[in-house]
C-alpha cells in the first residue's frame, strides 16, 4: 500500500544506494547569528540530488521538479561548520519519488530531510513516468515502499495577514520560474520576524511554478507555537508552508549562540 510521501524521516537502508557529499556552511549562507538558512539548505538539497543523478548517469536527471520539502532540524550547522549529506531513495511512485537526505555536521549539526520530487518531461514539463531505469539504481535503497504525491497543508483562512514579496531576477532558475529554495526566503524572514529557536521542522510544499513579473504576497497566521504561511501570485496560492518548533529530550536540548 502507498504511503503520503516526506511527510516522515525514514531510516536509512542498510543496502542500496546511498550518495555521499561533503561541504562546508559558508558566509553566504547564515544569518547574522551563523546559523545555516532553510534556503540555503534548500539549495544543498536540490545539488546533491542533482549530483547522485548526474553520477548514476540517470536519464533526465535535470528534468524533476519538487513537490513538497520536510525539513527537522535536530540541531543547526553553523559558520565554517563541516557536514556530510547522505541521501537516497526513501520511496518509489509512477511518477515521483522520495528523496531522503541527511546533513551530518562536524561540530554536531544535524537535519533530517525528506523531498518529494516530481519525473516531468523535458519537452511538455508535464509529469512523466519514473524511467525504468530509475528503480535498477535507487529500488533497493527504497525498500519497496511506494509513496503518493498528496499534499499535506491546507489554504489560507480568510482574512489572513497578507504583505508584498519582491521576486527578484536572482530567484529564477533556468527552467524560468521562481527556483525552489527561493520560496523558503519568506519562511526565514518570518522566522527572523517571531525570534524563533534553532531547532524546527518546517514544510513547504509547492502547487506550481511563480514565473517572471508575477505579483507575489505572503500571507500568515499562528499555528502549534509557530506559523503557517502562503505565497500567492494573483489570487491563486502558489504555495504553502508550516514552521513549528521542536521539542528534544533535554539530553539534546542545548542550543548554540
Known sequence: MAVDAAVEIV????EGRVFRSEGRVRLGDVTPSGRLRLDALARYLQDVANDDAVDAQLPGAMFWVVRRTLVEVHRSPVLREAFELRTFCGGIGSRWAER??????ADGGRVECSVLWVCVDEASMRPARVPPEFSEHYGAAARDRKVRARLQLPDPPDGAPRSTWPMRAVDLDVLGHMNNAAY???VEEEIA???MRRRVRAELEYLSGIEPGEQVTVETCDHDGGFRLW???GTEV???AQVVERVEPAALSSDRA
Open 11 to 14: 531510516d536509512e537502508p542498510t
Open 100 to 105: 531522503r537526505t541527511s546533513l551530518i555536521g
Open 184 to 186: 523558503w526566503a519568506p
Open 193 to 195: 520576524r517571531r525570534g
Open 231 to 233: 505565497l500567492r501570485s
Open 238 to 240: 502558489e504555495a504553502r
